[in-house]
């Protein structure tokens, strides 16, 4: 039986996070994925976790937590237009691109998985487990809210430097706005900075454009009800973007949620790669979970 990466092409294995990086023609969208197995032998305690990127993020970004994520395997891909995955034709919506991911799972010969989002892919994720509930056993949101319209928003002038994809391309630009962009450890310390203009690959500017308006007027809350998985909430203390309020409502509102709260920002996927794999690493191995435990 042929292994998941073996149905990519063009395969090359990044040096530092162990990503084996490939393409797959998904109908007729190319998508760049990444997928890191566990070691030959090796099968893992549970099932492989599919995760959603931030808006803009390429998968490079969530490389050092997935390379913590040991006993796990994981897979991640370019959203069209982000990364490495060309820009799709025309504009789509959040339940779109959760049918390209379940079309990607099926390709690549994945069943039920487990379910991380961050930020924008976060919403994503939301949408997946609701659209697609028998492939999900278990979900983890990071710095996420429950839509554009429906999240208590951070400082308006915060929000618009998001809406700026420039970060990704211009190193010069990201170390002016990353303070108060993403608060935490990119307040005051370069080398946090520094791990995001390293791993950062702009894409393309039409494809951001699709992301953002694939949030518009999308909101979870009328569908929140339905998701009945065991959800692991993840928030920074100091998340300019997506401010705590949102992860505590979020791990209120969901059937069978906890919260974990990190002494960081927005951007505690990265800068504290190690403590978050930990936790998420405990929670998807933890062999029974019962509401609210």
């Not at 170390?175 to 080398?191: F, T």
């Not at 203390?237 to 401010?243: F, H």
Request: glycine share 10%.
């Amino acid at each position: 039986m042929s292994r998941p990466v073996d149905r990519l092409k063009d395969v090359r294995i990044d040096p530092q996070t162990g990503l084996h990086i490939g393409t797959i023609v998904i109908g007729e969208q190319l998508v760049r994925v990444g997928i890191r197995p566990l070691p030959q032998g090796e099968t893992g305690g549970g099932p492989p976790m599919l995760m959603f990127n931030g808006i803009g993020a390429n998968m490079e970004l969530a490389g050092l937590l997935m390379s913590e994520l040991a006993a796990v395997e994981t897979v991640i891909f370019d959203v069209p237009g982000a990364g490495r995955s060309p820009a799709p034709r025309f504009p789509y919506r959040m339940f779109t691109m959760a049918r390209l991911a379940r079309n990607l799972l099926d390709a690549l010969g994945y069943g039920t998985v487990d379910v991380m989002g961050v930020s924008w892919g976060g919403g994503l994720a939301q949408q997946f487990a609701i659209q697609y509930p028998k492939r999900v056993r278990r979900l983890v949101l990071a710095a996420t809210a429950m839509g554009a319209l429906t999240m208590l928003p951070g400082h308006p002038r915060t929000l618009l430097k998001m809406i700026n994809p420039r970060r990704y391309a211009d190193k010069g630009y990201m170390k002016r706005v990353a303070p108060d962009l993403y608060g935490g450890d990119l307040r005051a310390d370069p080398e946090a900075i520094k791990l995001f203009t390293d791993h950062a690959a702009g894409g393309d500017r039409r494809g951001y454009k699709y992301q953002l308006l694939a949030m518009f007027g999308w909101s979870s809350l009328p569908f929140l009800w339905r998701i009945r998985h065991p959800t692991l909430v993840l928030a920074g203390n100091d998340d300019p973007l997506v401010p705590l309020i949102n992860a505590r409502v979020h791990a209120w509102l969901l059937r069978d949620a906890r919260l974990h709260v990190l002494q960081d920002g927005h951007l505690f996927l990265l800068t504290r790669a190690q403590e978050t794999a930990r936790i998420i690493g405990k929670f998807l191995a933890e062999p029974k979970l019962r509401p609210g435990h």
